[in-house]
């Protein structure tokens, strides 16, 4: 349904180049969920911006790659065409619903416009689709609550009308930014349930963006990990949880609490900060950072390549080494499993 190849996202600045996505490759077939992690400023909302075709030019540009949408090259199409496509067969809902929605039109004034826009219906009937959209995402009275304005909702009935306009025109790729970062635990456990369900529910495909690993191993079914613009593992779930092979995600794992592992595990803060990306460094992108760095990798650019079958990770070292690194930090680190 929607192919990313070699997708290369620049932006012109008065300091240098900046390769916000620089190479990134993934696909999406109907009803999977993809999930995308990595810290800030690797590339994961540009990635998602690229798709949307919403990042501004000047000063964007893509230099190389395609966005295949249904046959489609996304970068190549009209605005006019981009513009039906956007918001009807691909939804994003964004981080931040309270500068997402407009303050001055109520709820469902807001989600109706989508429906009429692309839908090409009746007043009455964006009205009756709007209604059942706000009841499908769980808000309480819809038809009052239609009525209401964006600060009458608390946080996460904003939310869930933001996913309710993304879901109101059954796209088939959903886009989501981050949906749940503002919110509390309970709240977004409950939206996170809401998105499973109303996957099953429409067949949408799924493309979750986030930095909280536990969000995406609750939901998807693939994962890419990105660093400094690239994509530098990509695998299912399991094998990204539990057999990462790039230095970088199971760093991140191992910054993380866990409820897998039995006694008391330390846990491992990842050293440093992201690279500028417009002056990367030699070698590794991560290798400034990496527990398990060696001399070569401050001179070897790696590329992703497949581990093992449907596993792919960005790293000079072997399986064997990366697999001994692991074993001996996780010894250090005190890290058991839970039988």
Sequence with gaps: MLEVNNLKTHFKTPDGVVKAVDGVSFSLEPGETLGIVGESGSGKSVTAL????????????????????????????????????????????????????????????????????????????????????????????????????PHQFSGGMRQRAMIAMALSCNPKVLIADEPTTALDVTIQAQILELMVGLQEKYGTAIIMITHDLGVVAQIADNIMVMYAGRAVEKGTTDQIFYDPLMPYSWSLLRSLPRLDTAGEVRLLPIKGSPPSLIFLPKGCNFSPRCPFVKDKCYEVDPILEEKRP?????????????????????????????A
Excluded at 66 to 84: P, T
Excluded at 95 to 106: A, G, H, I, K, R
Excluded at 313 to 328: D, G, H, M, T, Y
């Design 50 to 149: 690229s798709i949307m075709q919403l990042n501004p030019k000047p000063p964007c540009e893509y230099p190389e790659g395609e966005i295949l949408f249904e046959g489609q090259n996304l970068l190549k199409v009209s605005e006019s065409r981009m513009q039906k496509i956007r918001g009807n067969d691909i939804a994003m809902i964004f981080q931040d619903p309270m500068t997402s929605l407009n303050p001055v039109f109520t709820i469902g004034n807001q989600i109706m416009e989508a429906i009429r826009i692309h839908q090409k219906v009746s007043k009455s009937e964006a009205r009756q689709r709007t209604v059942q959209v706000l009841r499908d995402v769980g808000i309480p009275n819809p038809e009052q609550r239609a009525r209401d304005y």
């Design 310 to 338: 449907g596993h792919s990770a960005a790293c000079i070292l072997s399986v064997e080494e990366i697999q001994a690194n692991k074993s001996r930090m996780d010894e250090e680190l005190g890290v058991e499993r839970q």
